[in-house]
């Protein structure tokens, strides 16, 4: 599985962008898909999560209301559209892959996905 993630860049704080991961996979909806972020001189926590289907979502306190995960399983690609963007938000976004069956849930451990995109870069300026 490789992810592609993609639409980050400079925006100004109140500002939108919406990001991309391209999944080069065979059955993209048998993975649930996962976006983390990790600021400068952070760890990387969790922001959001969307079941295969794309029928259940998860989202971080931090960013419930203004972020909204969606996919396109004809497209094989995961969505995350950014809105009220602020400051606290600026870090480099990757994608993720999570490959356990959909019983067990979504998950906002990093430590259960198996596949993760290269990152794309999210700066707020305030």
């Known amino acids: 599985v490789q992810l592609q993630a993609s639409g980050g860049g400079l925006v100004q704080a109140g500002g939108s962008l919406r990001l991309s991961c391209a999944a080069s996979v065979r059955t993209f909806s048998g993975y649930a898909m996962g976006w983390f972020r990790q600021a400068l001189g952070k760890e990387r926590e969790f922001v959001a999560a969307?079941?295969?289907?794309?029928?259940?979502?998860w989202y971080s306190d931090s960013v419930k209301g203004r972020f909204i995960i969606s996919r396109d399983n004809a497209k094989n690609t995961v969505y995350l559209q950014m809105n009220s963007l602020k400051a606290e938000d600026t870090a480099v976004y990757y994608c993720?892959?999570?490959?356990?069956?959909?019983?067990?849930?979504?998950?906002?451990?990093?430590?259960?996905?198996?596949?993760w995109g290269q990152g794309t870069q999210v700066t707020v300026s305030s």
């Open positions: 993720a892959a999570d490959s356990r069956p959909s019983r067990i849930g979504l998950s906002k451990s990093a430590l259960t996905y198996d596949y």
């Open positions: 969307i079941r295969r289907d794309g029928g259940s979502t």
